[in-house]
């Protein structure tokens, strides 16, 4: 059996419902397109930033949102940054049980993200967020025309305690959520996650200088 519930962080808290967010379908309608149909058997979004390990910290959902921006700039300003995670999740107003996602979305918004000894957030923004819903084709869609998306989701006791040879379903036991980039999805595009590969908090849908959340 492993265990590694305790080497490996959570942090996504669940963000309640908000009738201001705006929804995907409200970036396809500004952009005057529709939201793909025919999706290919696999995709993974290119150009992906290298996977971190947020380790035991409860630091996902800055984490998560730090990978989908590097993806962004590196298609933007063509190159990857070294964005400091730490000083953004503090920014958000993280604590020991972790940060929501929509603060991530709407800090990026307003002020950005900073990078490691230069600060500099204010080139690291984007100009909107959208709300991406929880269905699996909407997703994919989500995915595969504006780019990497943050997913919150669930993470289940059983999934940290597991036999090396089999994965186990999820148990009544929560262990907490986190929060990963997701840049594809099963049968449609493929998984980036920066921490443990154990679950992911999903919120944000990402293209240039825009962002989506689920």
Same mark, same amino acid.
Not at 66 to 83: G, I, L, P, T, Y
Not at 107 to 115: D, E, I, L, Q, T
Not at 168 to 193: D, F, I, V
């Given at each position: 059996m492993t265990d590694d519930l305790s080497r490996y962080g959570l942090g996504a808290l669940p963000d309640p419902?908000?009738?201001r967010d705006y929804p995907l379908s409200a970036l396809y309608a500004s952009e005057g397109s529709e939201a793909s149909v025919v999706l290919p058997a696999s995709y993974a979004a290119p150009g992906m930033p290298p996977v971190l390990d947020?380790?035991?910290?409860p630091m996902c959902v800055a984490y998560s %949102? %730090?990978?989908?921006?590097?993806?962004?700039?590196?298609?933007?300003?063509?190159? $990857?940054?070294? $964005?400091?995670e730490?000083? $953004? $999740?503090?920014?958000?107003?993280?604590?020991?049980q972790g940060a929501y996602v929509r603060a991530a979305m709407e800090?990026?918004?307003?002020?950005?993200?900073?990078?490691v000894g230069v600060g500099d957030p204010a080139h690291h923004r984007i100009a909107a967020y959208y709300a991406v819903? #929880?269905?699996?084709a909407t997703i994919?869609?989500?995915i595969f025309d504006p780019g990497p998306i943050v997913v919150s989701t669930p993470s289940y006791q059983s999934w940290f305690h597991q036999p090396r040879a089999s994965c186990?379903?999820? @148990? #009544?036991? %929560?262990?907490?959520?986190?929060?990963?980039? @997701?840049?594809?999805?099963?049968?449609?595009?493929?998984?980036? @996650?920066?921490?443990?590969? @154990?679950?992911?908090?999903?919120?944000?849908?990402?293209?240039?200088? #825009?962002?989506c959340r689920t």
């Open positions: 419902p908000d009738e947020q380790r035991a910290t %949102s %730090s990978a989908m921006k590097a993806w962004q700039d590196r298609r933007d300003q063509e190159r $990857f940054f070294d $964005f400091d730490p000083a $953004f $999740f503090a920014a958000i107003g993280g604590t020991a800090r990026m918004r307003s002020a950005g993200y900073p990078v819903p #929880r269905d699996l994919k869609a989500g186990p379903g999820p @148990t #009544r036991r %929560s262990a907490g959520t986190r929060s990963s980039p @997701t840049a594809g999805t099963p049968g449609a595009c493929a998984c980036a @996650t920066r921490g443990a590969p @154990t679950g992911a908090s999903a919120a944000t849908a990402g293209c240039p200088k #825009r962002s």
